[in-house]
């Protein structure tokens, strides 16, 4: 299995926006679009699900994850993780047409996190930089500690594709849709554990020397 470093990752996200000129939305779009394939493709039980989104791009992810369940009739609540004066761009985006359909953001805290059946882990993706701590550290203990099955985003929260090891603590997901490629560490057996059942969705970002070779075709 390909696995590529985090700097690949980001170079390659850079290369499809900026030098293919793909908008950094519709690549988001494109994530939420196969991550609820993916979801569909697992056969958990459905009834009651959480989607936990940072302040970054994997938090938009989230939303827009939580945005098509809504659409397709789910039971779907969003808890927002982090501070919204960070929040990037797209997130903001998401979170405005996730707005308009009406998607239940959760206010304060969770009352009884086993009460979900999924929770979708957009806490962080590749932008990990630094050992989860506070806040985060709590709301990720309490992902594994309950009974949901767990679904991460492009990569389980906490988990670093560097080290294939945790930053402090990490998501011990079910599943993780991860996108263009899987991230170093992942085909570790740490990395396994924490990935759980891995799907490598094409999202249309693709290394630029494959690009080069279809030019040169
Ligand atoms: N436009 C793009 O670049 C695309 C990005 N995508 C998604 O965006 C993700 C990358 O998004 P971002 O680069 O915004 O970063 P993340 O959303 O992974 O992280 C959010 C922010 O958290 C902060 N952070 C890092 N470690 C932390 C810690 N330990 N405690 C507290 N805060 C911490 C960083 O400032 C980071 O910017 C990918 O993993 C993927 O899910 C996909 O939508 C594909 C398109
Ligand atoms: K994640």
Redesign the pocket.
């Known amino acids: 299995m390909k696995t590529i470093s985090v700097s690949e990752a980001k170079a390659f996200?850079l290369y499809t926006?900026r030098d293919v000129g793909i908008p950094?939305l519709v690549?988001?779009e494109r994530?939420a679009l196969k991550s609820v394939e993916n979801l569909a493709q697992l056969n958990w039980d459905l009834t009651h699900i959480l989607v936990v989104a940072?302040?970054?791009?994997?938090?938009?992810?989230g939303i827009a994850v939580a945005r098509l369940l809504k659409i397709h009739g789910f039971n779907v609540q969003l808890l927002l993780v982090?501070n919204p004066e960070?929040a990037?761009i797209?997130r903001i985006q998401q979170l405005k047409f996730a707005n308009h359909y009406g998607v239940e953001v959760i206010q304060g805290g969770i009352p009884d996190w086993n009460a979900y059946s999924v929770i979708i882990d957009a806490i962080?993706?590749?932008?990990?930089?630094?050992?989860?701590?506070g806040n985060?550290q709590q709301v990720i203990q309490n992902i594994n500690d309950s009974t949901a099955n767990t679904l991460a985003?492009?990569?389980p929260s906490g988990f670093s594709p560097e080290t294939g090891r945790e930053?402090?603590i990490a998501v011990h997901a079910n599943a993780t849709a991860t996108?263009a490629y899987a991230k170093n560490g992942m085909d570790s057996t740490t990395g396994q554990a924490f990935c759980g059942q891995l799907f490598v969705d094409d999202?249309g970002?693709y290394d630029p020397q494959v690009i080069q070779n279809l030019q040169n075709k």
């Open positions: 996200d926006m950094s690549l988001m994530a940072g302040s970054g791009n994997n938090g938009g992810d982090g960070h990037s797209e962080f993706g590749i932008g990990l930089s630094r050992p989860v701590s985060y985003i492009d990569v930053l402090g996108f999202i970002i």
